[in-house]
């Protein structure tokens, strides 16, 4: 038993030290410091063979969007009009000169989609569901029935469709039901009213430090002289820390689009990272385990828990039940990471100081992002689950002997004990 509990121990604090994110790990990959908009890292693992008598049956999953386009043209047209502007005052510099030629050659791209999935959001979901068809085929055998439910906003209906039709193709007898619908947003979309007072990033009271915390670290001067020529159209017309962010979105956006251009030589690695520590903490403020929220962030998540325990009972007792597949956004997938206890993605804390070291938005919500339990049964009706997490085994706060197989019982009277809080 001591050796157990040592191996486990030892198990533990690896997870823990893999999970640290640092400023190299960033500088070294810009496309993470993108945070959410990290395009999906399609996993390389291989999944764990069930135990021997298990068949998989059922599987339980809800999927942020695609790859998306900046909400809002305006989001690339107002940093494209400054330069349009500058240029006719002479007041870009060569380097702007270029990096505005970019921008017009990107505009035809993106006018018109602010926030649309692109092809490459369609992408993954067709990835993501034909993986799931050739890892867990036995779910989806026979003429069998499948729930699928997306929020309001088109991008996440058409992943939903990019997803349903994918496994549809390759599962011809499934029956898939598509919804859309006010109907269902109390659980794929919830945020309560006492919650939102604390994740307002303009009002809530975490924002204070955050803004000097901000301050600190964000520099826009050396980035700003880069694209102008002249420091008097600066003074008068550049808003420094607003172009930084407005170049930062774009930046991180392109991994997003299908094409080769790219705007991080407008930063240096160091000030990408500063950035992203920024907004990492922004989004762990706003939907995580923060200690000021008093778990009202995590909370957020309780209607969807309550769903995925609801039509895992449904599915255990109708085996014409094949699979509930969910889709919603980056703040809906982080709170439901931290109730289910998801590795580290519940860690609380309580300023922006070190944070990222902790909790990271690129490793909790990128795009198209998505939790999966995959539940299976033997002969004698006995049912275990695994929990994925873009498709990775992961570990939940739940006894087991057989990781990453859990049994479904004990899972499921923890997950009740949370909603019973």
């Known amino acids: 038993m001591k050796k157990i509990f040592s191996l486990l121990f030892f198990s533990l604090a690896a997870l823990s030290v893999q999970a640290q994110t640092s400023r190299e790990e960033v500088c070294a990959n810009l496309d993470k410091a993108g945070g959410v908009y990290l395009v999906y890292p399609e996993p390389t693992e291989a999944l764990t063979p069930a135990p021997k008598g298990y068949a998989p049956f059922y599987i339980s999953h809800y999927a942020r969007h695609g790859s998306r386009y900046l909400i809002s043209d305006r989001d690339y047209g107002w940093v494209m009009t400054l330069l349009e502007k500058a240029q006719k005052q002479q007041a870009l510099s060569a380097f702007g000169q270029e990096v505005l030629e970019r921008l017009h050659n990107i505009w035809p791209l993106v006018e018109g989609r602010g926030g649309d999935l692109t092809p490459k959001g369609v992408r993954q979901h067709q990835g993501i569901a034909e993986r799931m068809y050739r890892n867990f085929p036995a779910v989806f055998k026979g003429d069998r029935s499948v729930s699928a439910r997306s929020t309001v906003v088109l991008r996440c209906a058409m992943s939903m469709t990019a997803f349903g039709d994918q496994l549809k193709g390759l599962a011809p007898n499934l029956s898939i039901s598509y919804e859309a619908s006010e109907k269902y947003m109390n659980y794929l979309n919830y945020h309560a009213d006492e919650a939102n007072l604390f994740t307002h990033r303009q009002n809530g009271p975490w924002v204070c430090e955050y803004q000097k915390f901000a301050r600190e670290r964000l520099h826009p001067e050396r980035m700003v002289s880069a694209l102008f020529s ?15 962010w407005g170049f930062y979105w774009i930046a991180v956006d392109m991994q997003d689009i299908d094409t080769d251009i790219r705007f991080y030589d407008v930063f240096t690695p160091d000030e990408m990272f500063e950035l992203w520590q920024c907004n990492s903490y922004c989004f762990y403020a706003s939907d995580a385990n923060h200690t000021g ?16 325990v609801e039509s895992a ?13 969910r889709f919603g ?23 922006p100081e070190k944070a990222y070291e902790k909790w990271a938005d690129f490793k909790a919500a990128p795009m198209a992002a998505n939790v999966q339990i995959v539940f299976f049964r033997n ?22 002997d057989n990781f990453p197989y859990y049994n479904w019982t004990d899972v499921r009277d923890f997950y009740l004990s949370i909603l019973q809080k």
Do not use: C, W, Y
Request: overall charge negative; aromatic content about 4%; hydrophobic content about 45%.
């Open 230 to 244: 002249s420091q008097d159209f600066i003074r008068r017309n550049v808003n420094e820390i607003d172009l930084m």
């Open 313 to 325: 009972d449904e599915a255990i007792a109708d085996n014409s039940k094949a699979a509930t597949f």
């Open 379 to 400: 002969k004698a009706n006995h049912v275990i689950v695994k929990v994925l997490h873009n498709e990775r085994e992961v570990h939940i706060p739940v006894k087991t």
């Open 329 to 351: 956004h980056d703040g809906n997938v982080i709170p439901l990471l931290a109730i289910l206890g998801i590795e580290d993605f519940n860690v609380e804390l309580s300023g």
């Open 293 to 308: 929220s008093r778990g009202l962030t995590v909370g957020n998540a309780k209607n969807l828990l309550r769903n995925i």
